[in-house]
């Protein structure tokens, strides 16, 4: 069964600029997750979609950060514009959905450098 | 405020000792899982506690869920250097996930 995939794997960009992440879930999962893990913590959840539609997106920076799940597939996570504290690695995971037990399935995670 | 607490934060010890690693909370979950997580990769499931009080075993390493579904601890025995990495815990509640900062354990040879 193949797992999470996500790219780029990493990204270096400067302040101020833009960049995109991408996310293709394990097939079948209704539950995607985007969390930002910065050196030395656990991962924060960004936002969680239920297929196509957002459960949780109460710690997304909504002035920079955007994200969309289409056709509750593949999902997308922007930053615009892009500052320091921002560097960090970027984890997508889903998982079934489909009840109380949910095991999460991470990718490998995208790696962004703001300099 | 971070929501659970996982203590100690990092963990140094020789091969072939036994450790704990604490996770706690105020809150109650519906469940508790345990995280181990290697540089460049993301985390890996290990266990999932879903009854307060409930033990799990993976070889080496037990698990036990707090009888308030509050708090958790992960006990590995005659540790190896196989077992370095960053180990999580996140409790399930809402249908949410949200994890601790992590125990940072690295086994000497």
């Known amino acids: 069964e193949a797992g999470v995939a996500q790219s780029p794997r990493y990204k270096i960009i400067e302040k101020r600029q833009s960049v995109a992440f991408w996310c293709n879930p394990i097939?079948?999962?209704?539950?995607l997750y985007w969390y930002q893990q910065i050196l030395g913590q656990g991962p924060k959840l960004l936002i969680q979609?239920?297929?196509?539609?957002?459960?949780?997106d109460s710690q997304l920076p909504k002035d920079r950060f955007s994200a969309e799940r289409l056709k509750g597939v593949d999902s997308t996570l922007k930053i615009q514009p892009a500052k320091l504290e921002d560097s960090a690695v970027y984890l997508c995971?889903?998982?079934?959905?489909?009840?109380?037990?949910?095991?999460?399935?991470f990718g490998q995670g995208t790696r962004l450098t703001v300099v | 405020t971070q929501l659970l607490e996982q203590s100690p934060q990092f963990l140094s010890i020789q091969e072939g000792e036994n450790l704990t690693v604490y996770c706690n909370s105020s809150?109650?979950?519906?469940?508790l899982q345990w995280y181990r997580q290697e540089p460049g990769e993301g985390p890996v499931l290990l266990v999932t506690?879903?009854?307060?009080?409930e033990v799990k075993k993976l070889k080496r390493l037990t698990f036990q869920f707090g009888d308030a579904r509050k708090d958790s601890s992960l006990h590995i025995t005659a540790a190896q250097p196989g077992d370095t990495g960053l180990y999580l815990c996140?409790?399930?509640?809402?249908?949410?996930?949200?994890f601790g900062k992590g125990t940072r354990l690295h086994i000497l040879p």
């Open positions: 995971a889903s998982s079934l959905g489909s009840g109380k037990i949910e095991a999460a399935f």
């Open positions: 996140a409790g399930v509640r809402d249908d949410k996930i949200i």
């Open positions: 979609f239920q297929n196509n539609g957002v459960v949780d």
């Open positions: 097939s079948g999962h209704a539950t």
């Open positions: 506690v879903v009854t307060g009080g």
């Open positions: 809150s109650v979950f519906s469940s």
